[in-house]
T-cell receptor, first 115, second 113 residues
Framework: KAGVTQTPRYLIKTRGQQVTLSCSPI?????VSWYQQTPGQGLQFLFE???????NKGNFPGRFSGRQFSNSRSEMNVSTLELGDSALYLC??????????????FGPGTRLTVL | GNSVTQMEGPVTLSEEAFLTINCTYT??????LFWYVQYPGEGLQLLLK?????DKGSNKGFEATYRKETTSFHLEKGSVQVSDSAVYFC????????????FGQGTRLTINP
């Protein structure tokens, strides 16, 4: 079974631009979560989508948004990019039984560099 | 709020040494606990998990026991290999009805031959 895939793997943008990252979950997984990884802040939860609805959101500004499609694929968007948005963005998917005990499987990440 | 504290790194060991990476957590109730590993240039891979007190997760020679009395989930391996060099993350999942992991800061492990 194919794992979680993320595209693109690398992105270089300039301040003020916007960017869209894509995530395809493992087949059959209904929940998709996004995380930001930086050397200073570590791994931080951005948001989670389930059945095309945002179910939980982390403490990030409104410039960070996402959506989920009917096939469970998800995209996240960052508008008005800032230098501090440079990070590895990780997507994770899980079956979701609503118990918080399901394993999340991670993709390889998208490395975003903002110049 | 929920939080995870990991042993400060980096950790450098010789091959075949015994490994312990400490992890403690703060959470109300009964979280599920995880260890993930990240190799250079890659995403996170699940190493092991435990979902209730006294459970022991194990995989690839690594073990961790969910200790509710000490709110800990320390990672151990009896004999490390060079290929175990990576960054290890302890995490908890608490929220019912949502999938959200809270991670520790990560511990970089280097194994020398």
């Amino acid at each position: 079974k194919a794992g979680v895939t993320q595209t693109p793997r690398y992105l270089i943008k300039t301040r003020g631009q916007q960017v869209t990252l894509s995530c395809s979950p493992i087949s059959g997984h209904r929940s998709v979560s996004w995380y930001q990884q930086t050397p200073g802040q570590g791994l931080q939860f951005l948001f989670e989508y389930f059945s095309e609805t945002q179910r939980n959101k982390g403490n990030f500004p409104g410039r960070f948004s996402g959506r989920q499609f009917s096939n469970s694929r998800s995209e996240m968007n960052v508008s008005t990019l800032e230098l501090g948005d440079s990070a590895l963005y990780l997507c994770a998917s899980s079956w979701d039984r609503g118990l918080g005990t399901d394993t999340q499987y991670f993709g390889p990440g998208t490395r975003l560099t903002v110049l | 709020g929920n939080s995870v504290t990991q042993m400060e790194g980096p950790v450098t060991l010789s091959e075949e040494a015994f490994l312990t990476i400490n992890c403690t957590y703060t959470a109300t109730g009964y979280p599920s606990l995880f260890w993930y590993v990240q190799y250079p240039g890659e995403g996170l891979q699940l190493l092991l998990k435990a979902t209730k007190a006294d459970d022991k997760g194990s995989n690839k020679g690594f073990e961790a026991t969910y200790r509710k009395e000490t709110t800990s989930f320390h990672l151990e391996k009896g004999s490390v290999q060079v290929s175990d060099s990576a960054v290890y993350f302890c995490a908890l999942s608490k929220i019912q009805g949502a999938q959200k992991l809270v991670f520790g800061q990560g511990t970089r492990l280097t194994i020398n031959p």
